[in-house]
């Protein structure tokens, strides 16, 4: 039984660049979140999507977007890179409704030149 | 927003030891949460407290969810190399604050052990 993945695992843009992030939810999982961990802090909500909606954002400006696709892989795209977009970008999938049972991908590294 | 206010920050401790940390809030939560993130990993959930008051305890870990939902802690007894990595809490707003469904995390508690 796969646990979630997230690809890729590592990635340098430059700023004004465009970034898109997978993730492959746990077998059986429907919703899947999306975190931004800055180094030495603590993950933040960015935005969370269930039935390929967008149910719930945390306070990240329109650049971060999403998409959940039939199969509930979800993809993060942030536009416009800044620098201060450099973070670990983590995926949790879990059963809507079940946020406190669920499971965090490794993440994505993303760093913006 | 809400913020969680984890102490301490860091913690460098002799093996075998006990540890205990922290977090608190200025708004009330009805879920309490603590995870482990190991480097190169996402966050594992240890333990997962729902009630005022509410003990759990998960083999050497034991975690309380404080009477005035305002806070909560984690011990660890008798610490081992294993345990060394960020512990971070994370909670689940009252229903009345806003953006409650969103879940909150801490700063983190970096676990070092000297052998």
């Known amino acids: 039984d796969a646990g979630v993945t997230q690809s890729p695992t590592h990635l340098i843009k430059t700023r004004g660049q465009q970034v898109t992030l997978r993730c492959s939810p746990k077998s059986g999982h429907d919703t899947v979140s999306w975190y931004q961990q800055a180094l030495g802090q603590g993950p933040q909500f960015i935005f969370q999507y269930y039935e390929e909606e967008e149910r719930q954002r945390g306070n990240f400006p329109d650049r971060f977007s999403g998409h959940q696709f039939p199969n509930y892989s979800s993809e993060l795209n942030v536009n416009a890179l800044l620098l201060g977009d450099s973070a670990l970008y983590l995926c949790a999938s879990s059963l809507m409704g079940g946020e406190e049972t669920q499971y965090f991908g490794p993440g994505t590294r993303l760093l913006v030149l | 927003g809400q913020q969680l206010n984890q102490s301490p920050q860091s913690m460098f401790i002799q093996e075998g030891e006990d540890v205990s940390m922290n977090c608190t809030s200025s708004?009330?939560?009805?879920?309490w949460l603590w995870y482990k993130q190991d480097p190169g990993e996402g966050p594992v959930l240890l333990i997962a407290l729902y009630k005022a008051g509410e003990l759990t305890s998960n083999g050497r870990l034991t975690a309380q969810f404080g009477i005035t939902r305002k806070d909560s802690f984690l011990n660890i007894s008798a610490s081992i190399p294993s345990d060394v990595g960020i512990y971070f809490c994370a909670g689940r707003p009252h229903p009345r604050v806003q953006g409650a469904q969103k879940l909150v995390f801490g700063q983190g508690t970096r676990l070092t052990i000297n052998p």
């Open positions: 708004s009330i939560f009805n879920t």
